[in-house]
């Protein structure tokens, strides 16, 4: 990324109206208004790739479920005033009686990354964003009313009375900057989720093919309706001798003018006692721009719908620029459009040069998945134990039969049940591609022995398939988590299940143990799914079940004895591990808006 391209130093204040590289997407709004629900659906929506939240820092304590990290750095006052001293912050404000704020060098770095920085952050910090010059579009999200915004505030159930109280009343001040000039882009009236979303979604388009705001997209003059004494008198305190809270009281506009206005039906808007209904207003029909008209006339889709159906030569060039340049970017990223689900070779394109982590990569699945995603493009980390396994892996896919360049194969010798071994697979990583970290990881590395039943099995062999199966799968799984995150990269987590998640084999002959462990990496597999989404990050995870499959597991299962692995993999005509890395590649290349969570395969002629 050229110069140009890269965040200005604050207090800089470069043209924020030309093309320039990704901009950040600020996203504001009264407390409970809906940013952290939209701002969710954004990033794990098909545009994830390309969009970085910025996580804040916060003195406020966590809620329930909140991961430091994730959703918020939660640090000591102490700490963020350092932080204000050493000048680490774009922006930070005090907000519901906590300090917020937002890290320079984070929005930087992810600017610098080709990506769209999206913030969740709050008046004070949207003015200071857009006073330091920041290339940004910036976004402010209304409630339908007060009385709605409340009701969304009491349903999240994360607020005691005081600080539920004191979030409404800075409501009413969040809502009236909607006036002040040249602060907001845009406005979306958060009424109908769906609708909303959409509309942030093609914000955020805009953001990421660095385009201006359209002009008009914020009224002229936004009210806010108060009904009767106790509103009024709220709007008041709060607002000022000039607030145009209140302007409209019972008086000049009345609330289902309002209500049209916002495109809410009357019966939706009727007033209760002290609450607010939000309407824009643009300052006389004549002069108004066409998109203010759009959102007087009605919700943001009857926007979108307005902009899709206005002539060609109406649009604005903003837009025709932005088509031609997602076109552009659909070509060079591949399909993740719609169309795409089911071309696995046109998926497999968005994944070229990425990196794949494949455990157990010395033999059977995990050597053929190693062949398989390096014939598809990607650069392969493969690890194994056994050194001499590696190198004879090394010598085929550098071979021409798989056609790898040597710097795109990095053979780890690691053992995924030895902790430290697993955690400096990062480091080791960025010091053969410093650009690089996991983007892929298929957790394949996994065994069993058949000194394992309950009546007399063998402790260690019980030991030896936790610490591989479970454990192994669980460490390299945050191993590469941390690296995500820590790029603030998401990709994709692949778990082998096996047909054994799902149903005990041979229990009699020890299988119970193995099927535990399996059990165990599939409620892994939806765990990491359902964490994922609870951390609002584009990680997609899959699990393959494979029945019996031609590999050595059934010699190692039987430690060593051939003829024993022999009779099981001669019983039937046994899936080829190709079979199964076929199916990595197939849960690779789905579109970002799909997840493959399992693929069950057995051979036709397998029975349980
Ligand atoms: N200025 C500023 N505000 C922030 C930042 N992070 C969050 N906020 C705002 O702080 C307010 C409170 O956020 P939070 O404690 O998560 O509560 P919630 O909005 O009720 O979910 C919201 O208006 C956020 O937009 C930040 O980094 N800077
Ligand atoms: N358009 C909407 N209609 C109804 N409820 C909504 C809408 N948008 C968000 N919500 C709900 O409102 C509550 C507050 O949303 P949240 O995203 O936590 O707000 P914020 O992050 O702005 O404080 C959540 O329970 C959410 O599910």
Redesign the pocket.
Known sequence: MGAEQSTPAEGQAPDSNTLTGPRALVV?G???VG??TLIKRLMSGPDAAKLAFSV???T?KARDGEVDGIH?HFVSKEDFQEGIAAGRFL???E??A?L???SKQAVQDTLTSGKAAV????V??ARQIRKAGVPALLVFVAPPSLEELERRLRGRG?ETPVSMER?IQNARDEISSLNERGLFDYLLLNDDLEATAAELSRIAQRAIAGLPAEPGQVPDEVRFEEDGEEGAAAAGAAGGADSVLGIGGSGSTSNAAAAAAAGMQAAEALPTVGSGTISTVPKGAQQSSPAAAAHAQGSPVAQQRQQQSAPAQQQQPQQQELEQQQEQEQQLAGPSGAAAGGDVAAGLDAWRGKVALVTGASSGIGWAVCEALGRAGLRVVAVARRRERLQELQQLVLSAAVGMAPSDFLPVVCDVTKEAEVSALPKIIVKHWPDAGVDVLVNNAGLSRNDASLFDGNTASWVEMVSTNILGNAMATRMALQDMRRRNSWGHVINMVGLSGHRIPDAPAGGTFFAATKFAVRAITEGLRQEARANKVPLRVSGISPGLVETEFFTVRAFGDESAAKAVTSSMQCLQPSDVANAVLWCLSAPPYMEVNDIVIRPTQQMI
């Open positions: 504001c009264p407390s409970g940013k952290g804040s820092h916060t406020r918020y922006e930070h404000a907000v519901h906590n917020y704020g937002t913030l969740d952050v709050d004070q910090g994360t979030r």
